[in-house]
């Protein structure tokens, strides 16, 4: 013993250096710029925050977001040329997989950020920490994404999931905020210890926790007994099915969905959703793909069970918020059915379906908040007594009155605000999956993976699914369209500004030119292969 | 020049863009103008795209332009693309410039419409669909164009939808237009399963793979749609109908472009027609003929002089069948650009009388117009000669290319085509006649003509009693029946209207250059279109002196139809009942016929399907809905919004998790 330790001191000789693991700064470059412009961000308000105007973190922001997404561009040409490689002694993967989805994480980052902007100067939340949460979940986000190794995928999940949960909370003078964020930290760190508890069991039956040593590893089948391994994939399942809300881990859902921030919420329904599907795809796909036989029943009954009931609970909703967060649960039912695929289409259905979704997610929850600050401010002395109410699908309906996000503020909405109408009609229409946008090929591309992969009861069910979420999206529509019969008094509603404006323009501009014109991204999503480099 | 045939379709595309931004706000006339300008752009582009295809060695003027790749799933790969050769350059040509000259037209004739802005709108999307239905260089981007041209058609025809006779007419034409979709659909599904691909090129570069079978089959659903389209038997019911829509439509789409792209389709698919059985080939033409004869004699009754015009539309939409079905497909290519010169032009000149006339339609209420219209008369005298078959009008060379292709096919059916090209210059004359020449008929001087008004009083009558039949003549009826009154002098139409008949005259004037029967080396189409045919071109198997006697024989039917029209309509020898048939005016009644069997038994065969629906399958679907319902409800018991019952979900999830694992497991 004392033998090995003096050869170990006899190799750290002043003559011999340590050898470091050489690091490839160029990949690094977008996780640099989300965490380093998190941290400048903070340092820059502490010392001249007063000099400079609450505009300015939003713009920041906007930018790091924007440079993420360029440097994805930039990896993806890279990656192209010299093929997918890995970094930190093979701890992060480089390969165009993860550089999709810190593309997207990215884009999502620059639209909320935008977002946030108009939502703090309505609620009167001064101060950057909105943003810099943000840029640091974000950091999270793409760590999860380009994970090569259990370990740093664990630390991606939290340092994504703690910053959100603050963000639930960040409206302070909302109780209904406050209990979001409780809610969803007390569940997440519940479901973070099964995860945890999962990889230590992968740990113990294979003896690594790299991604690339387990896929060789089970591939050369020389495990003799899978108990530890199984058990292991259970537990990590339950963190993921967590992340992604998958039925029955999506109980906060709703209750956080309706307390958080809107922007939150946008950025929760696609950023956060993406990280935790890049996890599942990138683990479970490409590492666990020889044990495909195992786990993929389990993610077979978990889509059916997500894409029913979230499509039958978000029907049954009248409060806008908590139906679109029921029915981004049904979504995520739908991309697990191209998970089960575990095939390169399934993989590439899944990533388009995501970043269809984004979009959509993005724009749809910006018009929510806008109408919800529109009729705050029409019945603004009721909006107190609500606010002390706790979320529940059973206490929903008590308040739903003086609820800002109730279904009855939306009838008529189309007279009075015809642009903004049509805009969410387009997002509507997208999530049913309506051809000529980017839903119906997110739903087209899923399901034909899953035939393809032999699934076609999935493949069936999933098509039965659209069809009865889509009546959810009909309720609203109708509800927008049909001339208003109570409510006489014209909604206070403003002219949007510029810059919620955008954001619901550009998410409508991609929702229908990648729907008329699917060809480009999905091309990006079928080259997006994960690639578990050593 | 020929890589900017995306330029083409793109044109009308940002004017209809622009339009439906800031088409209200740019008001009358600069949004018409805008449309305009769209048009012209796109006919320049077409042009020099013609420039750059003359250009290339005549093999190689087949230019496919990739836009991006459309549906990239599996093996149905569907690019939207376009092919620029001889013939869809011929097509974009021709729809380019008559539209534009229509846009310039509409100018004047919509002016003080309220929905100004929105007619333009419509009209450039219409012109966009088409071109995309001709450019395209697979069978779903062209089916694409033609549901767009449909829609177009639909939104154009009820433009006036206040009108509850407008509204129901554009639904006729829709309902109609389905039944040939379906088989256009069916085709496309057929071709697809046979070739693998439905890209024009691939198709036709080996044609060997089907069985004529299954060409035949595919073939005969593509004249199924073709029917529908082109407003051919049996689907011609709503041509006459979708009159109801402004002029310049009628002359656009319902005479010029929308309604040829039948035709189009069965000359662009020729190597499939070329490999099906030759009965289909027959059926084709014997369709044509039947629909020419049948709109011709529905023509020579008719009172109203949009009806008349549409039916004649019907009929040489016909002879267009007949070239295509006995294999001359030149010839149905000419005859469709140089139809789309001379009845364009005479429904232009019907909007510029009925403009002048107080929107008044019925030909019995005019007469000596001549002199108060002068411009208006002219052109629409040269479209007359034009579509009557009179040398040296551009009608007489592309009828005569048909019937010879006729001869050459089957004697019967070229005497029978003779006839009904007798028939056309017959009641084209009697239009003519009743339009410009004669004594007035109306204002002041409707009085004098006592003789005159009692039959058209019988022929109101006759039009009510069909009216009682079907709902959508009412309108037409309370047209011809109201009696108005020209306050003033009729008086012409303004320049912008007026520019386009004289170019339009022109063209009906000279367009028989385009292909002269004289020696080889004047068939300038035949030999630019060859690239496009693959050699399917029937060749004429007889020398060239019975050529000069056919055509000798076609003059003469041609001067015998004006001469019979001169005596029963300028000279009267006899009472023009003699000729205006009841029969002819119902159009044989076979659109009574179908409304009255719609109506009748069908209409109670589909009250019991709509039963069945609404006990049978909507049952099933609010069955589900409510299940739904009632499972929403029954889920949201679990939503309490306590963490502790949410974590013991997460719990109880882990749980049956690990219990499934663990028994898969070996330990």
């Keep these: 013993m004392m033998v090995a330790a003096g050869e170990i001191f006899a190799q750290i000789s002043p003559s011999t250096l ?117 840029l640091l979940s974000a950091t999270g986000g793409v760590i999860m994404a380009g994970a090569n190794d259990l370990i740093v995928l664990f630390l991606g999940l939290e340092v994504l999931s703690i910053a959100v949960y603050v963000l639930a909370a960040m409206h302070l003078r909302r109780s209904t905020s406050q209990e979001a964020g409780m809610k969803y930290f007390v569940l997440g760190a519940f479901s973070s210890a099964f995860f945890l508890y999962g990889v230590a069991l992968i740990y113990g039956a294979v003896g690594s926790t790299k991604l690339s040593y387990i896929a060789d590893f089970l591939e050369a089948g020389s495990l003799e007994k899978d108990g530890l391994l199984l058990g292991g994939f259970a537990l990590l399942l339950v963190g993921m099915f967590f992340k992604i809300a998958a039925v029955p881990f999506h109980a906060w859902t709703p209750d956080v969905y309706q307390g958080s921030p809107t922007p939150v919420v946008a950025y929760m329904a696609s950023a956060v959703k993406a990280a935790g599907f890049a996890a599942l795809l990138r683990v479970f796909v490409a590492a666990f793909e020889s044990y495909q036989g195992d786990w993929q029943p389990i993610i077979y009954v978990i889509a059916l069970l997500t894409m029913f009931a979230g499509g039958a609970m978000a029907i049954v909703q009248t409060d806008v918020k908590r139906m679109l967060a029921y029915s981004s649960i049904s979504h995520a039912g739908f991309i697990l059915v191209g998970v089960q695929a575990a095939t390169d289409d399934g993989v590439a259905a899944a990533l388009f379906y995501l970043a269809a979704y984004a979009a959509i997610a993005v724009g749809s929850f910006a018009i929510v908040g806008m109408v919800a600050a529109g009729a705050r401010d029409s019945n603004a002395d009721n909006t107190g007594e ?45 999530q049913a999956g309506v051809p000529f946008t980017t839903g119906f090929f997110a739903k087209f591309a899923i399901i034909s993976a899953a035939a393809d992969a032999r699934s076609f009861w ?63 991204l999905y091309d990006l999503t079928q080259e997006a292969l994960i690639a578990l480099v050593p | ?108 004739y919509m002016h003080g419409d309220e929905n100004f802005s929105k007619f333009f709108i419509y009209l450039n999307l219409f012109v966009f669909s088409m071109l995309i239905l001709v450019l395209s260089d697979n069978l779903l981007l062209t089916f694409l164009g033609w549901e767009g041209v449909g829609v177009c058609s639909y939104l154009l025809i009820s433009f006036w939808f206040g009108d509850e006779a407008n509204a129901s007419a554009g639904k006729k034409a829709f309902v109609t237009n389905r039944v040939g979709d379906f088989g256009f659909m069916v085709a496309i599904f057929l071709t697809f399963g046979a070739f693998g691909t439905l890209n024009y090129n691939d198709i036709f570069a080996d044609t060997s793979v089907v069985t004529s079978t299954t060409a035949s089959a595919i073939v005969l659903l593509l004249i199924l749609g073709a029917a529908g389209k082109s407003a051919q038997l049996p689907l011609y019911v709503w041509l006459p109908d979708a009159m109801a829509g402004p002029t310049p439509v009628s002359a656009l789409i319902h005479a010029a472009t929308m309604v040829t792209a039948g035709v189009y389709l069965l000359v662009r698919v020729n190597p499939l027609l070329a490999v099906a059985d030759g009965w289909v080939l027959d059926i084709l033409a014997w369709i044509g003929l039947a629909t020419a004869l049948i709109a011709a004699t529905a023509a020579i009754a008719q009172r109203d002089i949009k009806k008349v015009l549409a039916y004649s539309t019907i009929s040489q939409l016909g002879f267009m069948f007949v070239a295509v079905g006995v294999g001359s497909y030149t010839a149905a290519i000419f005859h469709m650009i140089t139809h789309a010169f001379f009845k364009a032009l005479l429904f232009l000149g019907s909007g510029s009388v009925i403009h002048a006339m107080d929107n008044e339609q019925n030909m019995s209420r005019y007469g000596g117009l001549a002199k108060f219209l002068p ?115 009729p008086h012409e139409s303004p320049p912008t209207m007026l520019m386009p008949l004289v170019v339009l005259a022109l063209l009906a004037t000279v367009a028989g250059v385009l292909n002269l029967p004289f020696v080889k080396s004047t068939h300038f189409l035949e030999k630019w279109l060859e690239p496009s045919l693959y050699h399917n071109e029937a060749q004429l198997g007889f020398a060239g002196g019975t050529k000069w006697v056919l055509a000798a024989v076609a003059i ?112």
């Design chain 1, 18 to 134: 340590v050898p470091t693991p050489s690091i490839d700064w160029e990949a690094l470059v977008p996780y640099l710029l989300l965490a380093g412009g998190g941290v400048l961000l903070l340092m820059i308000f502490s010392l001249v925050g007063k000099w400079l105007s609450s505009s300015f973190a939003s713009y920041f922001t906007f930018a790091i977001g924007l440079a993420t997404l360029g440097s994805s561009f930039a990896l993806w040409r890279r990656i192209g040329d010299e093929g997918a490689t890995s970094t930190l002694s093979g701890m992060v993967g480089v390969d165009r997989f993860s550089v999709f989805i810190t593309g997207l994480i990215g884009a999502v980052v620059a639209l909320v950020a935008l977002l946030s902007h108009d939502y703090i100067k309505r609620e009167r939340l001064w101060g950057t920490e909105l943003y810099v949460l943000l």
């Design chain 1, 386 to 430: 609500s606010m002390g109410e706790s979320m529940a699908d059973s206490t929903a309906d008590s308040n739903e009155a003086t609820s800002e996000n109730h279904i009855a503020i939306y009838r008529g909405l189309a007279k009075n605000r015809p642009v903004l109408s049509a805009a969410f009609m387009v997002l509507l229409l997208a």
């Design chain 1, 458 to 520: 999935l493949a069936v069910f999933a098509m039965i699914s659209a069809v009865i979420s889509a009546f959810i999206y009909l309720r609203l529509l109708v509800a927008m369209y049909l001339p208003d019969q109570q409510n006489t008094s014209e909604s206070s509603l403003e002219k949007p500004s510029i810059l919620e404006g955008t954001v619901v323009a550009l998410t409508v501009a991609f929702t229908l030119a990648f729907g008329i014109i699917p060809g480009y």
């Design chain 2, 1 to 108: 020049m020929e890589r900017l045939v995306w330029l083409i379709a793109l044109m009308p595309l940002i004017g209809f863009a622009l339009l439906l931004v800031g088409g209200r706000r740019l008001g009358e006339p600069r949004a018409g103008l805008l449309a305009t300008t769209a048009t012209a752009a796109s006919f320049v582009a077409s042009v020099l795209v013609f420039i750059g295809l003359l250009g290339l060695e005549g093999d190689e003027r087949s230019v496919t332009f990739t836009l991006f790749s459309w549906v990239p799933a599996g093996d149905l790969s569907v690019d939207v693309s376009f092919l620029a050769d001889p013939l869809s350059i011929t097509m974009a040509l021709f729809i380019t410039g008559v539209s534009t000259l229509i846009h310039l037209y509409s100018l004047g």
């Design chain 2, 375 to 489: 411009v208006t008369a002219v052109t629409f005298g040269i479209g007359w000669l034009a579509i009557a078959g009179v040398p040296p009008f551009s009608g007489f060379w592309s009828k005569d290319e048909i019937l010879a292709g006729a001869w050459n096919n089957n004697k019967l059916l070229w005497a029978l085509l003779l006839f009904a090209a007798m028939l056309t210059a017959f009641y084209m004359s009697r239009a003519v006649f009743m339009t410009f020449f004669g004594e007035k008929r109306w204002g002041a001087g409707a009085g004098n003509s006592s003789e005159n008004m009692t039959e058209t009083d019988e022929h109101s009558a006759a039009d009510v009693e069909i009216s009682s039949a079907d709902d959508v003549e009412v309108a037409d009826t309370a047209n011809i029946g109201a009696a108005k009154t020209v306050s003033t002098a």
């Design chain 2, 556 to 667: 003469v039917a041609s001067f015998a139809g004006i001469w019979i029209a001169v005596q029963f309509y300028l000279k009267k020898v006899a009472p023009t009942r003699l000729v205006e048939l009841d029969i002819f005016a119902r159009a044989w009644r076979y659109d009574e016929t179908i409304t009255k069997v719609a109506g009748g038994p069908g209409r109670r065969a589909f009250d019991k399907i709509a039963l069945f629906d609404r006990r049978g399958v909507d049952g099933v679907v609010n069955g589900v809905g409510s299940l739904v319902q009632t499972g929403g409800h029954w889920l949201r018991q679990f939503q309490t919004g306590k963490v502790r019952s949410y974590a013991l979900g997460i719990a109880l999830g882990a749980v049956i998790l690990l219990a499934y694992f663990i028994a898969r497991a070996s330990f």
